[in-house]
């Protein structure tokens, strides 16, 4: 069996998929549902480089209407947030990935 992974540690940020919480140095982050579940694709696919097209049909679905600025937004705000500046990188014409 396949052991799920219930939470997630980054340096000073924790990310708990059972209560879909985000942690920065032991404090509850405020964050929008799309925030929680961009950071949680991210963090699933870290490594991976995931096109902004690809992040939207993960998080929005596919009858989103909003263009792929709102990833660079939402990307933008987790950042800020928890200060993950150096790990969610910027892939050059295609979208983000998370570098671990």
């Known amino acids: 069996t396949k052991k799920v992974e219930t939470e997630f540690r980054l340096g000073h940020v924790r990310c708990d998929f059972d209560s ?4 920065l ?11 929680y579940e961009l950071l949680e694709v991210l963090i699933r696919n870290r490594n991976i480089a995931l096109s902004r097209e690809k992040l939207l049909d993960m998080v929005w679905g596919y009858d989103f209407d909003g263009g792929t600025r709102t990833v ?3 990307v933008q705000r987790l950042r ?12 050059y014409k295609l979208g983000y990935r998370l570098e671990i």
């Not at 140095?25 to 925030?35: G, I, Q, W, Y």
């Not at 800020?80 to 892939?91: F, G």
């Open 80 to 91: 800020h947030k928890l200060h993950l500046e150096n790990y969610i990188k910027t892939v």
């Open 72 to 74: 660079d937004v939402h």
């Open 25 to 35: 140095n032991d404090v509850v982050v405020e964050c929008t549902p799309k925030e």
């Open 20 to 23: 879909r919480q985000i942690f």
